[in-house]
């Protein structure tokens, strides 16, 4: 990357690199949505249906002997694992027809009580209904669209039509990674994930938005500039901006990660997921965008209202 | 002049902080462990509140203070043991019209409560308790409005003296059967007057008129059994004592029930979804015949083949004497007698006068009880969703009737616990249309107060490594961002207790969120300044653009973010509305400190003297 003194300020150029973050962004997206044709979401109860039951355990708990005890318990298809600390875990049942909604979690306790002489506490029981799981997956992705349309719609009235596809483009890019991401790491996909990955919609374009209007902001004071050029001067007039409420908002969320508990944890890593990548984004996907739509001084020049002559009397 | 404001400014800006601070105080004090107790049908007087005092006294237990409010009394205690042994000694010497329940009551000063200011209310996640989202059956209870007005289509042509062939119910309608035309024609004119509710089309080849009902019918049903079903499902939450419970409609067809602090989850299940009531008729026949029908399947006319429990059968007679919903009161009892736990129960006029009659006429012949329950449950075959529903009729017992008897008896044949929740079902009334349970959340009291102290934490560490690190980087300008976002999550707390919005975990992190990206504005603002700095103009001027032009940016990315909330909460449920609803109060108030307040502090330092450096 080159880089060049004006006005005692390290000016980078970003929009050289255009092409290989190009293909570096196009890489990652493929590699989301192969993952996501493959492996899919691990998506929780929330959108599946089914069980899931929390406890807590004086000590370390044996998974094994627990998955047996269940086995034994004629819950075959229940799935155990530990949930934020080695004395906790998590049960997982698919809806099932022979099960008892009304008792099962005093009889998957009853289960975990067998396997250790000290005492297990419940700590949470979910039930999910199977028509709500698929409600809620609709209304999910409903909401989704509903949140990019709204946003494309208030870009287009606040910028030119230029300037919204590349907004609208850095949101694509940002969502997909960021879900692309869940799905490669099979980390679970429930509510608050989906509310961080909206919140992550809103991020991103705070950032991009910003971007966008210095890039306004300087082709109209500007003159006899390239358009990179230019796209570089506002990317680097704004880049501290964005580096710093980039990492204060990474400050926040870090403490969330590691002190909010379990139950934050998949909404925490969303938003840190989306927060890079957004940061990223925003430079290099909107504005890039711009460039390869051969943005040009006219596009942001006002357009001068014609006057309504009265002729009438 | 440059960079000042005038004084209304500064004056609202301190009474909008003052205000904000009053409100979020009630978040500071503690809650106490308080026992909340009411009437099943009256307001509570100071006679009561003295004997509740009396009792206590009596008991050696010192309570904290006891208050009427609303109909209400809540005794507050010191700790939790004094508030369980309390609960008990209440429960035990009030008599069973007083409902006692356990609740956690907040702390808040007299005079706090006097303006209306109380704490946040936290969430299920936060304070532990019991989510339900049930559905009610509007098939069944389509079913049950036409099934109904079949009864009331056959008494009404049997008044006007038309005589009918048949009527009967199919899943597309009712079906009215004729011997001829005349008399299809004569109640085809008829019955669209007395029934605006249904629509009529006539078959004149096949002797029939089919009735269908209206749009409006079925809308007014659906609504009608969905208030009804709230009702009982309110009677039936008050008859389990539990404190503040919220019982709203969600949709055209759910309602969501939330009980918090409650533990036994499945007792409450059971309560909540059952629509459990009793029937009484008379017997058909002997013991002989009833084995008999059993093992030919040939049953007479006019009975019905039940069972017992001990899957013994049993003809009934198809006439019902007396159904649940004529009973106004009920409660478990023991009876001495046969030693057995037993209900007793009391008639309403018409149920009593129909129950007085048919014992005057049957002095030594057998009644029996029969038990109902209805239940729902969806099931998932492949990709397909149906709806279950099964109905249980049992007959618990069957006696010879001894004497006449109208509006009070007692029912044995139930165990004990049976007869406690027969009895309260029978209380509250029976559901208008049988619900499923199709969402559950129970949330243990630890895991409520871990995610309390989690949430607390993460949002303290990450609101004190955002206030260092802009000190560290803004220096004085810093200090003031800090100032206004210290000021921004004091005004997030009393906007949120004064709506009192539920907060939730995910409602927390949308907090924290906040914070994080409310030192954007200022971090626009100070960059700006930075840059007009940089640029060779005064300070002053510097201030002043860098606010100027700092605003339209800062709009336009808070609207932006604004959208996705206000979708979110559009669309959201339960946990994500929380989240929703602290993002989009924190960007709100994150646009009036982060602008007008920072303003009014760069302001009152720098404003209208010469300046040489910014601290910035």
Known sequence: MSQTQTDNKVMIKFMSLRKYTMVFSILLIIVSIVSLAINGLNFGIDFTGGYLIEAGYQNDVNLDKVRNALVDAKFKDAQVQNYGSSKDIIVRIAPRADINKATIGDSILNVLKTTSDQEVKMRRVEFVGPQVGEELRDEGGIALLVALGGILIYISLRFQLKSAVGAILALVHDVIITVGVFSLLQIEFDLTVLAAVLAVIGYSLNDTVVVLDRIRETFRSIRKTSAEDILDLSINQTLSRTLMTSFTTLLVLTALFFFGGEIIHGFATALIIGVVIGTYSSIYIASATLLYMNIHKQDFMVEAKEQVVDDMP | ?616
Not at chain 2, 11 to 23: E, R
Not at chain 2, 287 to 303: F, V, Y
Not at chain 2, 335 to 349: E, F, H, I, T, Y
Not at chain 2, 415 to 437: K, M, T, Y
Request: proline share 3%.
């Open chain 2, 1 to 616: 002049m440059l960079n000042q404001y005038p004084l209304w400014k500064y004056i609202s800006l301190c009474l909008v902080l003052l205000f904000a601070c009053i409100y979020a105080l009630p978040n500071l004090y503690g809650e106490d462990p308080a026992v909340q107790i009411s009437h099943r049908t009256k307001s509570l007087t100071q006679e009561d509140k003295a004997a509740v005092e009396k009792i206590l006294q009596s008991k050696d237990i010192t309570m904290k203070s006891a208050d009427l409010d609303l109909g209400h009394l809540l005794v507050r205690f010191d700790n939790t043991e004094t508030q369980l042994v309390a609960a008990e000694a209440l429960k035990e010497n009030l008599g069973k019209q007083y409902l006692v329940a356990l609740n956690l009551a907040p702390a808040t000063p007299e005079w706090l409560r006097a303006i209306n200011a109380a704490p946040m209310y936290l969430g299920l996640d936060l304070r532990g308790g019991v989510h339900f989202l049930m559905e009610v059956d509007m098939v069944a209870a389509i079913k049950r409005l036409e099934e109904s007005l079949l009864s009331d289509i056959r008494s009404y042509l049997r008044d006007e003296k038309i005589r009918y062939r048949g009527v009967r119910r199919e899943d597309d309608g009712l079906y009215i059967n004729f011997r001829d035309l005349a008399e299809l024609q004569q109640a085809a004119e008829k019955l669209p007057r007395a029934f605006r509710e249904l629509e009529f089309t006539e078959d004149e080849a096949a002797l029939t008129i089919k009735a269908k009902l209206t749009e409006a019918a079925i809308r007014e049903e659906k609504k009608s059994a969905l208030q009804q079903n709230i009702i009982t499902l309110r009677n039936r939450v008050n008859e389990l004592g539990v404190a503040e419970p919220v019982i709203q409609q969600q949709g055209d067809s759910r309602i969501v029930v939330q009980l918090p602090g409650i533990q036994d989850t499945a007792g409450a299940k059971k309560i909540l979804g059952a629509t459990a009531t009793l029937e009484f008729r008379m017997t058909e026949g002997t013991r002989a015949d009833w084995l008999e029908a059993e093992k030919t399947g040939r049953i007479p006319l006019n009975a019905i083949l039940y069972h017992e429990r001990d899957g013994s059968p049993v003809l009934l007679n198809r006439r019902v004497i007396v159904t649940g919903d004529q009973i106004v009161d009920a409660a478990s009892t023991f009876d001495q007698q046969k030693g057995m736990p037993a209900v007793s129960v009391r008639l309403n006029g018409k149920g009593a006068k129909k129950m007085g009659e048919t014992t005057r006429e049957n002095i030594g012949n057998p009644m029996a009880v029969v038990f109902i329950e209805n239940k729902i449950e969806t099931k998932r075959v492949g990709d397909t969703m149906t709806k279950h529903r099964t109905t249980t009729k049992e007959v618990i017992n069957i006696a010879t009737i001894q004497g006449q008897f109208s509006a009070r008896f007692q029912v044995t044949g139930l165990d004990s616990q049976e007869a406690h929740d027969l009895a309260l079902l029978l209380r509250a009334g029976s559901l208008r249309a049988p619900v499923e349970i199709i969402e559950e959340r129970t949330i243990g009291p630890s895991l409520g107060k871990d995610n309390i102290e989690k949430g607390f934490i993460s949002v303290v560490i990450g609101f004190v490594t955002v206030l260092v690190f802009m000190t560290v980087y803004y220096k004085g300008f810093g200090i003031i961002a800090n100032i206004a976002l210290t000021a921004n999550v004091v005004i997030i707390v009393a906007v949120l207790s004064l709506l009192q919005a539920t907060l939730t975990m995910p409602g927390i992190a949308g907090i924290v969120l906040t914070v994080g990206m409310a030192v954007d504005a200022n971090v626009l603002i100070f960059e700006r300044i930075r840059e007009e700095l940089r640029n060779g103009n005064s300070p002053q001027a510097s201030i002043h653009a860098g606010y100027e032009k700092a605003f339209s940016t800062i709009t336009d990315a808070n609207v932006t973010t604004l959208l996705a909330a206000v979708v979110l909460f559009a669309l959201g449920t339960g946990p994500v509305k929380g989240f929703a609803i602290t993002l989009s109060i924190g960007i709100l108030t994150s646009m009036l400190t982060a602008i007008v307040g920072t303003r009014a502090i760069v302001n009152l330092l720098y404003g209208n003297r010469p300046i040489k450096k910014l601290s910035i």
